[in-house]
């Protein structure tokens, strides 16, 4: 809701990247998987090309709307090893917040670290073609995308789709060019045409000024004109017929005002819903609290789901988890969501608020380290995370339905005793290209690594892990790659090595 106090507390810190378990599609089934191509919409489930149901079970990755016009993190970490992270932890969908800024001839981003060769493939572009590599990778990966249009400018959130500065023109004919943008792309699966219209924005007033159902309706079509598969997502506003709630978040004015597109089965209406750590709300005070809560969503925008109208997809639900109340209400949330054990893909869609730890009144699910998992808050939603979609192949982590293989040899090139210098070659020893790469050995004695070129690397005890640096983790069927590394003291017997793919 009140983005002012969700804003960006842009701390700093390099991390190493750590492993983390898989939850996604096997080789096996992901041939069999939903989410082939554009998607569309049938009552209240999404529908993939083949007509398989799916669920958008994702994460938010804010920072493009800022003033970095970048996502953000990309500070401490390469864009690559965190959307590998979010497909390990079992998010199937990325929404990317945006604003109108991007689009302005000479806007560039900033706090990338370009540093032992993380984000090197951004180095020279603009914020759209970061845009570009980010979608690209994720689609790699088996993650989907969805852009949310989150304010006119870099400056902040907006009531109304337009103001003074970007007029109802500028908002309409920047979704266009995205829409053309990633046309035949599907990873892009829609775009959120508006986040959080609140007053004065109304719902079926008829004031074409105000009216964000009107809006919604001309900006949708005028996307689909371009590129009639993508889903529009359309976001409640503040307050309906004198009952006010969340900003984005009120969708009671779609039973009698439905928004109706030229292009059938395209609408998916997305409400927000917040916690005490956002602002208060009076259902949080009612005595009945939290069991009176699953009423509360029916009347703002659970109904629409329940009577088959269209998807509802909850686009934005976060809390720091602070108090007892937003843990009740994270909890009682997560239940109306309904868990996929149970009712798979008939269910509400989502996006949880969000990726970065920098949010100020919620957090995320990383933790200000932009490395470690906030675990308790992470599992809240376990229940209902969804299956992975298939992807191209060449992502990272264990993505992609390839089956990669690698081998190592390990080379001292020099030995003068007090030190040593070694090279290791990784070659691909399967049919499908890598995309990382990750070497393991364990020394006989006290050696220890002092420098490491084209690799980084960790040492536990005797133990070295090493893992492709940006430009080399990518190594075609039968090729192969080099780095090298200065250790002390010298003498020690050569190690038998270890190469795992990816």
Same mark, same amino acid.
């Given at each position: ?14 991390a ?35 007509? !398989? ?86 689609? !790699? ?51 959120? =045409? ?7 924005a ?6 074409a ?14 996307v ?56 208060? !709300? ?25 009577q ?28 109306? =969501?309904?868990?996929t ?63 990669a293989?690698?081998?190592?040899a ?12 070694a ?7 399967g049919?499908?290209?890598?995309t ?5 050995w364990?020394?006989?004695?006290? !050696?220890? %690594? ?13 133990? %070295?892990?090493?893992?492709n ?34």
């Open positions: 809701m009140f983005r002012s106090l969700r804003r960006a507390l842009c701390a700093v810190a390099v190493l990247v750590l492993p983390l378990a898989g939850a996604g599609v096997t080789t096996a089934d992901a041939a069999e998987a939903p989410g082939a191509g554009y998607w569309h919409t049938s009552g209240r489930q999404i529908l993939d090309a083949t007509g !398989q149901p799916v669920r958008i079970a994702g994460i938010n990755w804010f920072g493009f709307e800022t003033g970095n016009h970048v996502v953000h993190g990309l500070w401490s970490r390469d864009y690559r090893s965190m959307i590998d992270q979010m497909r390990s932890l079992g998010y199937n969908t990325i929404r990317l917040p945006y604003s109108d800024d991007i689009f302005t001839p000479g806007t560039v981003p900033n706090s990338i670290d370009f540093s032992g060769g993380k984000n090197a493939d951004l180095q020279g572009l603009d914020s759209l073609q970061v845009m570009d590599k980010i979608v690209a990778y994720a689609g !790699q990966d088996g993650l989907k995308v969805i852009l949310d249009r989150h304010r006119p400018d870099s400056g902040g959130q907006s009531a109304l789709w337009y103001t003074a500065a970007v007029p109802e023109s500028t908002w309409i004919a920047d979704l266009k060019a995205l829409a053309a943008r990633y046309r035949g792309q599907d990873t892009v699966i829609g775009i959120d =045409l508006h986040n959080e219209p609140h007053d004065p109304c719902w079926g007033c008829g004031d000024a105000t009216d964000w159902r009107l809006a919604a309706q001309r900006a949708g079509n005028a689909l004109s371009v590129n009639s598969g993508l889903l529009i997502f359309v976001e409640g506003v503040q307050t309906y017929n004198g009952v006010s709630g969340w900003w984005g978040g009120n969708l009671m004015g779609v039973g009698q005002y439905p928004v109706q597109l030229d292009v059938a089965n395209r609408v998916v209406y997305s409400a927000h819903d917040y916690a005490t750590s956002v602002a208060q !709300q009076p259902w949080f005070g009612d005595p009945s609290f939290p069991a009176n809560m699953p009423g509360v969503w029916d009347k703002y925008w659970g109904y629409i789901f329940q088959n109208i269209a998807p509802v997809w909850v686009g934005e639900f976060g809390t720091t988890l602070a108090s007892a109340t937003d843990q009740k209400w994270l909890s009682a949330l997560v239940g109306y =969501l309904r868990p054990s149970t009712y798979g893909a008939d269910s509400f869609q989502w996006t949880f608020w969000s990726w970065n730890p920098n949010s100020g009144d919620t957090g995320g699910i990383l933790k200000d380290d932009w490395q470690t998992v906030d675990t308790v808050k992470d599992g809240y939603l376990t229940s209902v995370k969804a299956p992975l979609f298939p992807g191209t192949g060449t992502g990272g982590g264990d993505g992609g339905g390839s089956t293989a690698c081998s190592a390990y080379t001292v090139s020099s030995d003068w005793g007090s030190g040593f210098n090279d290791v070659k990784v070659t691909n020893t049919t499908t290209p890598l990382s790469w990750k070497v393991t364990t020394f006989s004695g006290p !050696q220890k %690594v002092a420098s490491m070129w084209n690799a980084s690397y960790t040492q536990t005890g005797s133990t %070295v892990t090493a893992t640096a940006a430009h080399n983790g990518a190594v075609a069927a039968g090729g192969s790659t080099n780095f090298g590394f200065g250790a002390a003291p010298g003498g020690g017997a050569v190690p038998s090595v270890s190469c795992t793919a990816g």
